[in-house]
């Protein structure tokens, strides 16, 4: 027990100082921020004439301070409204820590005039996109992401291609389009993501007819190819082997359903 708390006591300082410069700014507007932890969650900050409103807030628990801090430091005020993109913990986690400083979490944006809300049903039952009109920007969720594999296993193929349409819909042409993971994007590319996760589902239903087993499906060399589409900033660390597999394993499930 000693050694674990002098190991808590020694790495703490260590982490709080990493935290305090782990969190990215891009400023769209002078009302719209992304807020982007490393290696965590895409966050939304916007000041609305109701109050400041922060989407998505999980910076990773040692940094709901410093992720404060931050909001207070850009708009002088704190936080008035909590909005998820979805119920995963990656991203409503911090919810209670702002619940708990006065916020309150809101499940529509009808009361806000600068922000449009769609809901969908691809990475989760319940998926919601933003679009924020005044800054054009439109915050997506893990519909799309754009460091790491599709997860399209809530609303199948029929769900994903229906909230990538949903996404097209909003704003214009010059919208950037936040995901959930990973660099902003836009629609062009979304809609070469949405073309990469058809052909790899397609790819994945061949292969399994041909009576391959998850384990050769992955080694295949098209969908090594496919795969790599994923990962257009070509991180080493990209998805770890066991993580394919089951991401094989999920999309034979979709296939299976027929959704
Ligand atoms: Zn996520």
């Known amino acids: 027990m000693k050694t674990i708390i002098f190991f808590i006591a020694l790495i703490y300082p260590v982490l709080s100082f990493a935290a305090a410069s782990d969190i990215s700014v891009t400023k769209r507007s002078a009302d719209a921020y992304i807020l982007t932890p490393a290696y965590a969650t895409n966050i939304g900050l916007f000041n609305t004439a109701k109050g400041v409103v922060l989407l998505d807030p999980m910076p990773g628990e040692n940094q709901l301070e410093t992720l404060n801090a931050l909001v207070n430091s850009i708009f002088g005020k704190q936080v008035s409204y909590i909005l998820n993109t979805h119920a995963h913990s990656d991203h409503s986690g911090g919810n209670a820590y702002f619940i708990a400083a006065g916020s309150e979490f809101i499940q529509s944006a009808a009361a806000l005039a600068e922000i449009d809300m769609v809901t969908v049903k691809s990475h989760s039952a319940d998926d919601a996109i933003f679009l924020h ?13 754009t460091n790491w594999h599709p997860t399209f296993y809530a609303g199948g193929v029929a769900g994903f291609v229906a909230a990538v349409d949903a996404i097209l819909s909003l704003g214009d042409d010059h919208s950037v389009i936040v995901p959930g993971h990973g660099a902003p994007s836009d629609k062009q590319q979304l809609k070469l993501f949405r073309q990469n996760t058809l052909q790899w589902v397609a790819q994945v239903k061949v292969l399994s007819e041909q009576g391959l087993t998850v384990s050769e499906i992955k080694d295949h060399a098209e969908i090594q190819r496919i795969l790599r589409k994923f990962n257009p900033e070509n991180n080493a660390d990209y998805i770890p082997q066991p993580a394919i597999e089951r991401f094989i394993e999920r999309t034979l499930t979709v296939i299976e359903k027929g959704i």
């Not at 009109?133 to 439109?138: E, G, Q």
């Open 133 to 145: 009109t005044p800054s054009n920007t439109i915050f997506v969720g893990d519909i799309y992401t």
